[in-house]
């Protein structure tokens, strides 16, 4: 195959195609036409023997390849076929020499899933992600540890749901640290399964987020006392098979693939298995994202409201205390909840690249704050503890406290 470089491109050089294919003496040739503008062309040098002729590409950095055999296109994540029939249709019109000529326009994309960061942020965000992913994993294998051997039997209903979402981001990070390792291997069939399962576990850790701030509402309005017919069971159907069905849907469609996170040095770019349709990203992850944020924002602020007025209510006949819950019960909760997760999604402009540190940052601090919370909740309860809130223990009032406290809005 030849190679074609022009410094411009415009509607002469697009009319004069036909002049280009004449002269070349290849059947087929790869094109740039500079300004973020790539193609390839191919002419039928046997019209006789015409046949469709199919282009694909497995990422937005790859290079077009000429396909041969439907069947090989599985391989791609986008590509493109030009029928047999369009050829004769050519043939008829007495063109001399039938060709097909593809072209990307690469830097006519909006907000694309690759934008281009520094090398040093994507550095710096790749060393700290690491490293928290790995921090997380190490606290949320040690919950799962105590709470397989020490306190299964004995876990309460909101432990249980705890646990959950534990499960589904212990496997988030574990998908993640492990994404990069997959896509160097470049088996697009494995790529494609391993974006699939980062991105069922990413769903369902968002689900599980709503679903602990459905409960803690449902605790809030029932006062701490939840009879619904197996509830656990019917939350846990909820959480873990809605996001297989947007997942199934996606990969059945071909919507995953090899991804790449470009940066202002050409050949430091990471390769990541992840969503390869940037409209897909939008409508499923952020849209997806949203509603939850939406949700769990609110139940935020509602719990931390009922935090406040407890703290008020039973410490106020004793001791002028009105600090309200600790940093530890607003990080915890943060976490439980996954409003820390807004910084990554609804990073745009200016502030994205700090919202980018933020995020990664505070989500270091994820596991440990379940932790945490699912520590002092334990002892809570192994000890029988029936004492108000206070700094000391503020982590285990979210779910143990709406037993054993008076609910100040209860009516009298």
Same mark, same amino acid.
């Given at each position: 195959?030849?190679?074609?470089?022009?410094?411009?491109?415009?509607?002469?050089?697009?009319?004069? =195609?036909?002049? /280009?294919?004449?002269?070349?003496?290849? +059947?087929?040739?790869?094109?740039? $036409?500079? #300004?973020? @503008?790539?193609?390839?062309?191919?002419?039928?040098?046997?019209?006789?023997?015409?046949?469709?002729?199919?282009?694909?590409?497995?990422?937005?950095?790859?290079?077009?390849?000429?396909?041969?055999?439907?069947?090989?296109?599985?391989?791609?994540?986008?590509?493109?076929?030009v029928s047999k029939e369009a050829f004769e249709e050519a043939?008829?019109?007495?063109?001399?020499?039938?060709?097909?000529?593809?072209?990307?326009?690469?830097?006519?994309?909006?907000?694309?899933?690759?934008?281009?960061?520094?090398?040093?942020?994507?550095?710096?965000?790749?060393?700290?992600?690491?490293?928290?992913?790995?921090?997380?994993?190490?606290?949320?294998?040690?919950?799962?540890? =105590?709470?397989? /051997?020490?306190?299964?039997?004995?876990? +309460?209903?909101?432990?249980?749901? $705890?646990? #959950?979402? @534990?499960?589904?981001?212990?496997?988030?990070?574990?998908?993640?640290?492990?994404?990069?390792?997959?896509?160097?291997?470049?088996n697009s069939v494995g790529c494609k399964i391993m974006a699939?399962?980062?991105?069922?576990?990413?769903?369902?850790?968002?689900?599980?987020?709503?679903?602990?701030?459905?409960?803690?509402?449902?605790?809030?309005?029932?006062?701490?006392?939840?009879?619904?017919?197996?509830?656990?069971?019917?939350?846990?159907?909820?959480?873990?098979?809605?996001?297989?069905?947007?997942?199934?849907?996606?990969?059945?469609?071909?919507?995953?693939?090899?991804?790449?996170?470009?940066?202002?040095?050409?050949?430091?770019?990471?390769?990541?298995?992840?969503?390869?349709?940037?409209?897909?990203?939008?409508?499923?992850?952020?849209?997806?994202?949203?509603?939850?944020?939406?949700?769990?924002?609110?139940?935020f602020i509602i719990t931390m409201s009922w935090l406040f007025?407890?703290?008020?209510?039973?410490?106020?006949?004793?001791?002028?205390?009105?600090?309200?819950?600790?940093?530890?019960?607003?990080?915890?909760?943060?976490?439980?909840?996954?409003?820390?997760?807004?910084?990554?999604?609804?990073?745009?402009?200016?502030?994205?690249?700090?919202?980018?540190?933020?995020?990664?940052?505070?989500?270091?601090?994820?596991?440990?704050?379940?932790?945490?919370?699912?520590?002092?909740?334990?002892?809570?309860?192994?000890?029988?503890?029936?004492?108000?809130?206070?700094?000391?223990?503020?982590?285990?009032?979210?779910?143990?406290?709406?037993?054993?406290?008076?609910?100040?809005?209860?009516?009298?």
């Amino acid at each position: 195959m030849t190679y074609i470089n022009a410094l411009f491109v415009n509607s002469e050089v697009m009319g004069k =195609m036909s002049d /280009l294919v004449f002269n070349l003496n290849e +059947s087929s040739a790869a094109v740039s $036409l500079g #300004n973020g @503008v790539q193609g390839i062309i191919v002419k039928e040098t046997e019209p006789e023997d015409v046949d469709e002729i199919s282009f694909a590409y497995s990422s937005p950095v790859s290079e077009l390849s000429i396909i041969e055999g439907r069947k090989e296109l599985k391989k791609y994540s986008r590509s493109v076929t030009v029928s047999k029939e369009a050829f004769e249709e050519a043939l008829k019109m007495n063109i001399s020499v039938p060709f097909a000529a593809v072209f990307r326009f690469i830097n006519m994309s909006k907000t694309p899933l690759n934008k281009t960061i520094s090398s040093t942020d994507l550095s710096n965000l790749t060393i700290i992600t690491q490293v928290g992913c790995g921090l997380s994993m190490f606290f949320l294998a040690i919950v799962l540890f =105590m709470h397989c /051997l020490l306190t299964k039997n004995k876990a +309460s209903l909101s432990t249980k749901m $705890l646990i #959950n979402l @534990v499960v589904a981001m212990f496997l988030l990070n574990f998908t993640f640290l492990i994404n990069n390792f997959v896509a160097s291997l470049k088996n697009s069939v494995g790529c494609k399964i391993m974006a699939a399962a980062m991105h069922y576990f990413m769903l369902a850790t968002f689900t599980w987020f709503s679903v602990q701030a459905f409960h803690l509402c449902l605790q809030l309005y029932m006062m701490g006392k939840v009879v619904i017919n197996r509830y656990l069971l019917k939350v846990c159907i909820i959480s873990w098979v809605l996001p297989g069905i947007f997942v199934i849907a996606l990969l059945s469609s071909g919507k995953y693939g090899e991804q790449f996170i470009n940066n202002d040095d050409s050949n430091g770019n990471v390769a990541m298995c992840w969503i390869t349709d940037n409209d897909t990203h939008y409508i499923v992850n952020i849209g997806y994202y949203v509603v939850v944020f939406i949700f769990t924002f609110t139940t935020f602020i509602i719990t931390m409201s009922w935090l406040f007025c407890l703290q008020k209510t039973n410490t106020g006949k004793t001791q002028n205390d009105t600090s309200g819950p600790s940093i530890v019960t607003i990080m915890g909760l943060c976490c439980l909840l996954g409003i820390t997760w807004g910084f990554a999604f609804f990073a745009y402009g200016p502030l994205r690249i700090p919202s980018y540190y933020i995020f990664t940052t505070l989500n270091s601090f994820q596991g440990f704050f379940l932790f945490i919370y699912y520590y002092k909740s334990s002892q809570n309860i192994k000890g029988g503890d029936r004492s108000t809130i206070n700094s000391s223990s503020s982590t285990a009032t979210l779910k143990t406290s709406l037993d054993i406290l008076e609910n100040p809005y209860k009516k009298k």
